[in-house]
């Protein structure tokens, strides 16, 4: 499914008014059974690490969900959708969790009250087009397992992963409520971001809150990387926050997820734009 068409047929990630979101897989007014008498309990949702997977088109796609072990359906939850690096590029549908955001909830899983979505890029593929439509499509079919706040959708990413935030924040900034760069780029990472390219994303990503991360030691995306996309959004009139981790190399996105105030401020962020 295109990305706008996806947009506009799904109104936000197809969270609608939530009818239909959260609903448990198995329903007492559907089953069948000719005494009244029998009880029929619904069951609970699956929570924790949870393995997906959705068709598009030809192609089959593994990814995997995280649902706090709190969740319950009577309740709207923020959702957040996870862009892996690089080195996790794969089709086996786990291979994401064991960085980033994932990592982080294992280690302290109360810092994020939040569904997660880590989707999975194929091998030799960027989080461009293809597989950012595949990512989108991941998030909407977790909605239609649970149930979404439409105006609490985030979208956060590291190294590679946040060159796809950067792109797709861009690209719909009206779907999320906040953004969450880590150590990414605006392009290629070995090459300053075309002007006018940019240009055109800030204006765009100016609309949006935005945290951004990058240590200042990062050998594998230099630093200027995410300073040149920063600047330009400044220059557009976006409020973007941007911190530079004093030594940091590439893998900062370890000290960030970790990092209670990001969670803090991310949660406290909502659409402006209504469903």
Same mark, same amino acid.
């Given at each position: 499914?295109?990305?706008?068409?996806?947009?506009?047929?799904?109104?936000?990630?197809?969270? =609608?008014? =939530?009818?239909?979101?959260?609903?448990?897989?198995? $329903?007492? /007014?559907?089953?069948? $059974? $000719?005494?009244?008498?029998?009880?029929?309990?619904?069951?609970?949702?699956?929570?924790?690490? +949870?393995?997906?997977?959705?068709?598009?088109?030809?192609?089959?796609?593994?990814?995997?969900?995280?649902?706090?072990? !709190?969740?319950?359906? !009577?309740?709207?939850?923020?959702?957040? +959708?996870?862009?892996?690096?690089?080195?996790?590029?794969?089709?086996?549908?786990?291979?994401?969790?064991?960085? =980033?955001?994932?990592?982080?909830?294992?280690?302290?899983?109360?810092?994020? &009250?939040?569904?997660?979505?880590? &989707?999975?890029?194929?091998?030799?593929?960027?989080?461009?087009?293809?597989?950012?439509?595949?990512? +989108?499509?991941?998030?909407?079919?977790?909605?239609?397992?649970?149930?979404?706040?439409?105006?609490?959708?985030?979208?956060?990413?590291? $190294?590679?992963?946040?060159?796809?935030?950067?792109?797709?924040? *861009?690209?719909?900034?009206?779907?999320?409520?906040?953004?969450?760069?880590?150590?990414?780029?605006?392009?290629?990472?070995?090459?300053?971001?075309?002007? !006018?390219?940019?240009? !055109?994303?800030?204006?765009?990503?100016?609309?949006?809150?935005?945290?951004?991360?990058?240590?200042?030691?990062?050998?594998?995306?230099?630093?200027?990387? *995410?300073? /040149?996309?920063?600047?330009?959004?400044?220059?557009?009139?976006?409020?973007?926050?941007?911190?530079?981790?004093?030594?940091?190399?590439?893998?900062?996105?370890d000290h960030v997820y970790k990092n209670p105030a990001l969670w803090q401020w991310l949660f406290s962020q909502k659409r402006s734009t209504p469903p």
């Amino acid at each position: 499914m295109h990305i706008m068409v996806w947009m506009a047929a799904a109104t936000a990630l197809n969270l =609608g008014d =939530g009818q239909t979101q959260g609903r448990a897989l198995y $329903s007492p /007014e559907s089953a069948e $059974s $000719s005494d009244s008498s029998v009880e029929v309990k619904r069951a609970r949702p699956a929570t924790g690490f +949870l393995y997906k997977a959705i068709r598009v088109g030809n192609e089959t796609y593994a990814y995997c969900v995280y649902v706090p072990p !709190e969740y319950t359906a !009577e309740r709207a939850w923020p959702a957040i +959708l996870f862009l892996h690096g690089s080195g996790e590029r794969g089709s086996d549908g786990f291979f994401q969790t064991d960085v =980033g955001i994932a990592k982080a909830i294992r280690h302290n899983r109360k810092l994020c &009250p939040a569904i997660v979505v880590m &989707p999975q890029c194929r091998p030799g593929q960027w989080w461009e087009d293809e597989m950012l439509d595949m990512a +989108l499509r991941c998030v909407e079919d977790a909605s239609r397992e649970y149930h979404f706040d439409p105006n609490r959708v985030y979208l956060t990413g590291l $190294s590679m992963g946040g060159a796809g935030a950067w792109r797709l924040g *861009s690209r719909m900034p009206d779907a999320f409520a906040a953004v969450v760069p880590i150590c990414g780029f605006f392009g290629r990472p070995d090459v300053p971001a075309p002007r !006018e390219q940019l240009a !055109e994303a800030a204006d765009k990503l100016a609309k949006l809150p935005i945290w951004c991360f990058h240590g200042d030691a990062d050998m594998s995306v230099p630093v200027e990387r *995410s300073r /040149e996309v920063a600047a330009a959004i400044q220059a557009a009139g976006g409020n973007i926050k941007y911190n530079e981790i004093r030594d940091g190399r590439h893998n900062v996105w370890d000290h960030v997820y970790k990092n209670p105030a990001l969670w803090q401020w991310l949660f406290s962020q909502k659409r402006s734009t209504p469903p």
